[in-house]
């Protein structure tokens, strides 16, 4: 396969990484908070940031997390670590150029967007808009990528069974 396909699988798999680290770090801050008071920590968190403490959206997170019990919290904790690791193993395949991991990916992504357009839907933002189609965009240069390929393999296997003496 020519070289120019390797670098969006390249771009790809790089940010399926950072996505992967950014969850991985989220997990672990989560199941850091168990047997803690969550929100004094995301209030020391905010305050060393800088962040007004009393702004609207920062008040709704530190109720939100003041509501989180210990178990819902731990199995956020593990659910992003699960999440991050899927991100990681997507993002090492398409770094590695395995063919696995272009369907991986392809089907992982496809099956978060119903969820990804009803959250668009639901709470409209620009940031949810432009996540939701660099997904589908994702999918589709997926999409084109297998059945590039699969065209490639099935092309070479035709003109290696004409040369084959029959």
Do not use: C
């Amino acid at each position: 396969m020519p070289s120019e396909r390797h670098r969006g699988l390249l771009l790809i798999g790089a940010l399926k990484l950072l996505k992967a680290l950014a969850l991985f770090l989220v997990g672990v801050g989560l199941l850091s908070l168990l047997h803690r008071d969550a929100a004094a920590v995301v209030r020391h968190l905010v305050e060393a940031f800088g962040l007004d403490v009393h702004a609207h959206s920062i008040e709704r997170l530190l109720a939100k997390v003041a509501g989180i019990n210990p178990h819902t919290m731990r199995r956020l904790g593990i659910g992003t670590l699960l999440y991050a690791a899927v991100f990681a193993v997507e993002g090492t395949g398409l770094l590695l150029h395995k063919t696995w991991a272009e369907y991986l990916t392809a089907t992982v992504t496809f099956s978060f967007l119903p969820i990804e357009v009803y959250e668009l839907i639901s709470h409209p933002s620009v940031l949810k808009t432009l996540l939701t189609l660099s997904n589908v965009a994702v999918v589709i240069y997926l999409a084109l990528q297998i059945r590039r390929r699969r065209t490639f393999e099935h092309l070479r296997a035709e003109t290696r069974s004409a040369r084959s003496p029959g």
